[in-house]
Antibody, heavy 118, light 110 residues
Framework: QVQLMESGGGVVQPGRSLRLSCAAS????????MHWVRQAPGKGLEWVAV????????YYADSVKGRFTISRDNSRNTVSLQMNSLRAEDTAVYYC???????????WGQGTTVTVSS | QSALTQPASVSGSPGQSITISCTAT?????????VSWFQQHPGKVPKLLIS???KRPSGVSNRFSGSKSGNTASLTISGLQAEDEADYYC??????????FGGGTKLTVL
């Protein structure tokens, strides 16, 4: 079945970097764009970034622009999120999600937790 | 900046119908028909309920329905059940190839 599995979360100090990965299975990965969405503790969902199916286009939320980079490897069925200059407000559960028909996030992973703290 | 406004909370009794609104602050969002709705139980992964304002994915109960009028999208849950108690989020695609979520609505089944 369609599955997404995030990894790479952890505790990191402010100003440092972290790289998240999301492994996809059960569908033709190279045919779908992919999103990252995050959820701070006790807060709502926040869209973070999207990458087109072929990696040709990438878009970011203003809150992460210039600090985060989304990328993908279609040969490995993975999408990544490189997070630099991390701040306390980046603390959240990070989900990867498939860009489905109708510009929707139709399949979600289980999430990986990032904590930015000194 | 585009935003989506949802009520913080709604409640209803089993068997009743409730509606959660999602109002766009700008007309560029309101003119699009790419509004989706998600259900999230505590500690769980968000689940897609509605896409493109009214479309229900396979496997989603027909008790959930979506609609839109002007700049406001709505999610209606009919025949309310205890298991419907959860947080609900609307989400809209924006013209700049970005997305925005509403602040979320906590549904309490009395």
């Amino acid at each position: 079945q369609v599955q997404l599995m995030e990894s790479g979360g952890g505790v990191v100090q402010p100003g440092r970097s972290l790289r998240l990965s999301c492994a996809a299975s059960g569908f033709i990965f190279s045919s779908n764009g992919m999103h990252w969405v995050r959820q701070a503790p006790g807060k709502g969902l926040e869209w973070v970034a999207v990458i087109w199916y072929d990696g040709s286009e990438k878009y970011y939320a203003d809150s992460v622009k210039g600090r985060f980079t989304i990328s993908r490897d279609n040969s490995r069925n993975t999408v990544s999120l490189q997070m630099n200059s991390l701040r306390a407000e980046d603390t959240a559960v990070y989900y990867c999600a498939r860009y489905g028909w109708g510009k929707v996030m139709d399949v979600w992973g289980q999430g990986t937790t990032v904590t930015v703290s000194s | 900046q585009s935003a989506l406004t949802q009520p913080a909370s709604v409640s209803g009794s089993p068997g009743q119908s409730i509606t959660i609104s999602c109002t766009a602050t700008s007309s560029d969002v309101g003119s699009y028909n790419f509004v989706s709705w998600f259900q999230q139980h505590p500690g769980k992964v968000p689940k897609l309920l509605i896409s493109e304002v009214t479309k229900r994915p396979s496997g989603v109960s027909n008790r959930f329905s979506g609609s839109k009028s002007g700049n406001t999208a709505s999610l209606t849950i009919s025949g309310l059940q205890a298991e419907d108690e959860a947080d609900y989020y609307c989400c809209s695609y924006l013209p700049s190839n970005t997305w925005v979520f509403g602040g979320g609505t906590k549904l309490t089944v009395l």
